[in-house]
Antibody, heavy 119, light 107 residues
């Protein structure tokens, strides 16, 4: 059974930092890209970042580029999202999601971790 | 950035009725479009990928169609458990983008 478990969310002041983790199981981790998708309270879905299966390619939305860094440790089946210079508009549930096959769709999702940035 | 516009914003229908949801892209995404279902308090679930392919375990009443800039998700006969918000998502170009969602309410 595929499982994705996020952690690391919490309350942080504007300008602060957090590191989210996503531990995966139930599939061949180093064969799939992993993504972070966020959802502000009461709002829609927003893609934030993706990392290729090997970690050699990373992608970011304009809203997080330069502030967030995605990385992965395939020996630990874990993806990280380092979030710096946090802003109130980064407040959201952050979901870790596995890419479907080789395509950038999201076929399995974690339960999400809430990040709240106070201004 | 490719903007996805979903309509209607809300759809209120009775069980057994047919639901038709639209997603329009600001430029062609060929067939690189997916649909997701999200229920309150839950993570989204992949329903359709590449415009018309049902994901594993998705009931046959869900179907997708379209290409280029115009796409449709059809629920042929609504069940009470289909009450949710539905999102489209494109992978035709970076950044990946989602539509704003359509809320389906069951009367």
């Amino acid at each position: 059974e595929v499982q994705l478990l996020e952690s690391g969310g919490g309350l942080v002041q504007s300008g602060g930092s957090l590191r989210l983790s996503c531990v995966a199981s139930g599939f061949i981790f180093d064969s799939y890209a992993i993504n972070w998708v966020r959802q502000a309270p009461g709002r829609g879905l927003e893609w934030a970042s993706s990392i290729s299966y090997s970690g050699s390619n990373t992608f970011y939305s304009d809203s997080v580029k330069g502030r967030f860094t995605i990385s992965r440790d395939n020996s630990k089946n874990t993806v990280y999202l380092q979030m710096n210079s946090l802003r109130a508009e980064d407040t959201a549930i952050y979901y870790c999601a596995k890419s479907f096959s080789w395509a950038n769709y999201f076929d399995y999702w974690g339960q999400g971790t809430l990040v709240t940035v106070s201004s | 950035e490719i903007v996805l516009t979903q309509s209607p914003v809300t759809l209120s229908l009775s069980p057994g009725e047919r639901a038709t949801l639209s997603c329009r892209a600001s430029q062609s995404v060929t067939s690189y479009l997916a649909w997701y279902q999200q229920k309150p308090g839950q993570a989204p679930r992949l329903l359709i990928h590449d415009a018309s392919n049902r994901a594993t375990g998705i009931p046959g009443r869900f179907s997708g169609s379209g290409s280029g800039t115009d796409f449709t998700l059809t629920i042929s006969s609504l069940e009470p458990e289909d009450s949710a918000v539905y999102y489209c998502q494109q992978r035709g170009d970076w950044p990946l983008t989602f539509g704003g969602g359509t809320k389906v309410e069951i009367k």
